[in-house]
């Protein structure tokens, strides 16, 4: 079984349905409790992992990602946002 789920694309701006496995969580009571990270799928320890700024679930909760994943769309989020450099 699956969880639907919505990815923000950060240069369209928009949201695009997507599936997840069902072990993806948006909470987890254990801390220690080895999960897929939204992202690319790699388990990861709960308590490790941070709130996703691009897969959310209906109610726009994030989903849980790893570190990597999270810089990644950090990085997305930021460069969208940075100011354009005109020739100096």
Partial sequence: MSIRARKYNVELHEYEDILLPDECRTYEEDMEKMVPCAQCGRLHKYGE???????????????AVCRECYDGELDRSLKKCAPTQENE
Avoid: N
């Fill in 49 to 63: 992992m941070y709130t996703s700024r691009e897969v959310h679930a209906a109610y726009g909760f994030g989903f």
